[in-house]
């Protein structure tokens, strides 16, 4: 063998374009397929639903049988299956498959004893003992679901190599890029239109911000996408010999840079410009400026500066101060999640926790509090240990990094072919703290890409000499297509039949039947139910919690084996926790529950509004509500709620030591110290105070406390200039002391900068009515209507609140102007029965028959004491004689 010649690479191309232009139809399918299947899988949400995923898989595995067919007949005969990647790939997919398989859990406990243990007390809840088999993979559904990725993954592999060998690297790279246009600009157009739907279709199950909506709805994925077609697009529009005008790939550049910014991912911003820096790098030192090129390399540089600089002007046009928010971000938990990944890698060293299972997995191994589900760890190496187990991990990325070095590529001829690479190790190198790999259109994309590349390099690889004619060869060109699709179709089959039910889809259905009613005699239908998704997901904690809620409502079975299984499977569950403290509160264990309650908290921050209110109810001793409060920050919200929500008139003592314990723990605490300036006033309507530790009598004890709530509200003030808290504290000491018209005053001057506006009108209006003089109460109940009035139900809420003030105050013709203004704005029996009262008591009694008869409508006209009122009411209005 010997290296091409220049003049032999022009006639095998020559040769190329003559025997393309007259290939059969299947093979000219290929790269239609080829870019069916790039498309489709980004633009289909990026195949993530196991659906879409079967419908891609099997297009794949199509087109990866034409191009082994029409590689076999050709006279090159590239060898694509018994490529390095192509090996590598396939042997992952077999070993992910090996981790689905069903064991006797003998064996799999000399295999992998973590494993073992999680299956053997899968069914503790139930009372059963353990299944017979079990998996690797404690997820074996999912585990089936990636074994598909993966083969997918090796069929656009193969695909794209003959794509890359018939027709060069510039047309998959040129797919990719036109992929990553599309979905910049599908992403564009949701967020001119405002779209809160894909397509006006799918729904996300989360929340998504404005103009993040579109194919790929989570920011990291896109960005990633995104900046590999970007340096996709650079090599496009510097090359000799583009496929697409220089125009179409400048535009295509300008909004996928833009889009990426938009984004808002910190590591995609991160490695972009890297990215682009390596790629200026690598180009000087192979000696291909941009200058060289026989475009004109002037036109593409300004091209290039134009584009960049008009994705930056449309990202500036988009962002918002979410947008900036995001960006500035500097939430380190990724790195906490690498870190409780270590005890897992510990546990499952060898052989994983199966592909696809760590969402199920790793809640046992979560080492920081909240109700959060992680379902990747954000870093693909770190992904890959935890779920196929070190070894496997450490062969796949030595194999597929010797496979894909630059060496290998012949990215020395190509600008297109070096922008396109650089692209593959930023999306890499951006996957090492993002999501982003596990999302199959991704990754299409990625090897789609590298397969290009790879495909491309058999140009500048030795001739092979046609082989000697074999009786044989037309059978096996046959064979090795066939077993393509053949695979492809079975495992799309598997998965579909084992691993549609996935956990997600699962939580979902066994919650909407816990919420049906199954507690109220559906209990044996949804615990097996349960079962059969335990099974399926044997670490998973949810599952025994829901079982836990519903033996409860159901009073059926304890909830307690179903509980333990649940902090078996999830150390760190606040939920659960809670709960348990509620069992055993029913069970008259006081001590435990509310030690239960303080793990609630330290677990789950979220829980700390339900944990206060029942600390309350349980006890009201101080000793024992000490056990509720974790240490902390925590126990200070904790001891804050219970203070603000306080409720019983008696405890005022309680309350007050709880509010003073949340500010000694965090001084800044305004909420506690606003409780215990309302516990302070709450004191002071006490004729003889004597708890205010003043020293003296009743006098000296009302002047402490007194003191000691103005240095509370001026410590909120101080802490948060716009507070209502503090404003509100002294108005009520004001009104406290007798002096409503300074209390008027202060409430009038402040209500527009503070930040409970509502609220401090409310008391505004409350303080103008205990003026002595009455002009200062219509213009604050005017200001309050005026601030509430943006809604018909607030505004009738608000109206209905003045109204009852004065009619308090006996001024009944002033209550029914706000009775009726609220009855229009959202009438119902009680406002209309408020307004007739009103009406009558002010002498308008045609009023009061009339909003009475609305009454007797809405009952349907059967209420004679009613029809009594509304014939009282006539007659007054008809003899104003008898008009008190």
């Not at 794209?160 to 690297?169: M, Q, T």
């Not at 808290?725 to 300074?742: D, I, N, P, T």
């Amino acid at each position: 063998m010997r290296p091409r010649s220049p003049a032999e690479r022009r006639r095998s191309a020559g040769a190329g374009a003559r025997r393309r232009a007259s290939a059969p139809l299947s093979e000219r399918a290929v790269p239609w397929l080829l870019g069916a299947t790039i498309l489709g899988s980004v633009l289909a949400i990026g195949a993530v639903h196991t659906p879409t995923l079967a419908i891609v898989s099997l297009v794949t595995a199509v087109a990866a049988a034409l191009s082994l067919r029409a590689s076999a007949l050709g006279a090159d005969r590239q060898p694509y299956v018994t490529a390095l990647p192509t090996i590598a790939l396939l042997a992952l997919t077999a070993y992910t498959l090996l981790q689905a398989v069903p064991l006797p859990l003998s064996w799999l406990a000399r295999l992998a004893p973590a494993s073992a243990d999680v299956w053997s007390r899968a069914l503790m809840p139930l009372g059963e003992a353990a299944p017979r088999y079990g998996s690797l993979s404690l997820d074996p559904g999912a585990t089936l679901v990636e074994a598909t990725k993966w083969l997918t993954y090796a069929g656009v592999f193969v695909t794209a190599v003959f794509v890359g060998a018939r027709h060069g690297a510039r047309l998959g790279i040129t797919l990719v890029f036109g992929s990553a246009f599309l979905a910049a600009l599908t992403t564009i157009v949701h967020g001119l239109l405002g779209a809160t739907h894909v397509f006006g279709v799918y729904e996300p199950r989360f929340s998504v911000a404005a103009w993040h909506v579109g194919p790929l709805l989570n920011p990291n994925n896109l960005a990633g996408y995104l900046n590999l077609g970007v340096l996709s697009g650079v090599g496009l529009l510097l090359t000799s010999r583009p496929i697409l005008p220089a125009w179409v790939t400048g535009v295509g550049l300008t909004a996928i840079v833009g889009v990426g910014i938009i984004a808002s991912s910190r590591a995609g911003l991160l490695v972009l410009p890297l990215g682009l820096a390596l790629f200026a790098l690598l180009a000087w030192r192979r000696r291909k400026r941009m200058l060289s090129s026989r475009r004109g390399s002037g036109t593409a540089t300004w091209l290039l500066s134009l584009a960049i600089s008009g994705g930056a002007l449309l990202a500036a046009l988009a962002t918002t101060n979410r947008t900036l928010a995001e960006v500035a971000d500097d939430n380190i938990n990724k790195l906490w999640l690498f870190h409780s990944t270590i005890p897992l890698l510990a546990d499952h060293w060898l052989f994983g926790v199966g592909r696809g299972a760590f969402e199920t997995v790793f809640p046992a191994y979560r080492q920081w509090p909240g109700n959060i589900v992680f379902t990747h760890p954000e870093n693909f190496v770190v992904q890959w240990a935890a779920e196929w187990g070190a070894p496997a991990a450490a062969a796949a990325l030595v194999a597929l990094g010797f496979a894909f070095r630059p060496g290998k590529l012949a990215l020395r001829a190509s600008t297109t072919a070096l922008g396109a690479w650089v692209g593959c190790m930023v999306l890499l190198a951006q996957n090492l703290v993002d999501l982003g790999l596990e999302v199959p259109g991704v990754t299409i994309a990625l090897v789609a890409t590298l397969g290009s590349l790879w495909g491309e390099a058999y140009r500048e690889r030795p001739l092979r000499e046609a082989p000697p004619d074999d009786p044989g060869s037309a059978r096996r060109a046959w064979l090795l297509p066939a077993c393509a699709a053949a695979s492809g179709a079975t495992l799309v089959a598997l998965m579909v039949g084992f691993g549609w039910r996935d956990v997600d889809h699962d939580r979902r259905e066994l919650r909407a039947m816990s919420e049906a009613g199954a507690a109220s005699g559906g209990w044996p239908r949804f615990r097996g139910e349960l079962r059969a998704a335990m099974l399926r997901h044997p670490a998973e904690p949810y599952f025994p919690l829901l079982g836990a809620v519903v033996a409860l409502q159901s009073r059926s079975e304890s909830p307690i084996p179903w509980l333990q299984r649940t902090l078996e499977r999830s150390r760190r569950h606040g939920r659960a926790h809670l709960l348990l403290a509620e069992v055993l509160a029913s069970r008259g264990i006081k001590e435990q529950a509310l030690l239960s309650l303080r793990l609630a908290v330290e677990d789950d921050p979220e829980v700390i509004t339900t944990a206060a209110a029942l600390a309350r109810q349980w006890t009201q001793r101080w000793d024992e509500l000490q056990r509720a409060v974790p240490e902390g920050e925590a126990g200070a919200e904790m001891l804050e709620r219970m203070a603000v929500a306080w409720d019983r008139q008696g405890d005022m003592d309680l309350r007050l030591r709880c509010a003073e314990e949340a500010i000694a723990r965090d001084p800044g605490r305004i909420k506690a110290r606003w409780a215990v300036g309302d516990t302070l006033l709450a004191m002071l309507e006490d004729p003889s105070p004597t708890r205010c530790g003043g020293a003296g009598g009743a006098e000296a004890q009302r002047a402490a406390c007194e003191r000691q709530v103005e240095a509370h509200a001026a410590a909120i003030q101080a802490n948060k200039e716009s507070s209502f808290l503090a404003v509100h504290l002294r108005a009520r000491l004001l009104l406290l002391r007798g002096k409503s018209a300074e209390a008027e005053q202060l409430l009038a001057g402040s209500c527009e900068r503070l930040d409970d506006r509502i609220s401090c009108l409310r008391l505004r209006v409350q303080a103008a009515s205990q003026v002595p003089s009455s002009e200062r109460l219509p213009p604050a109940i005017r200001d309050l209507l005026s601030a509430t009035c943006s809604a018909p139900a607030s505004c009738a809420a608000a109206a209905t609140w003045a109204g009852d003030l004065l009619a308090a105050r006996r001024e009944y013709s002033s209550a029914v102007t706000h009775y009726a203004r609220a009855a229009q704005d959202e009438p119902t029996e009680e406002r209309l029965l408020k307004l007739a009262d009103a009406a009558g008591n002010a002498g308008a009694h045609v009023q009061a028959a009339e909003a009475l008869e609305r009454v007797l409508h809405r009952r349907g006209g059967q209420d004679p004491e009613l029809r009594k009122r509304i014939f009282d009411e006539k007659a007054k209005a008809l003899s104003p004689s008898l008009t008190p």
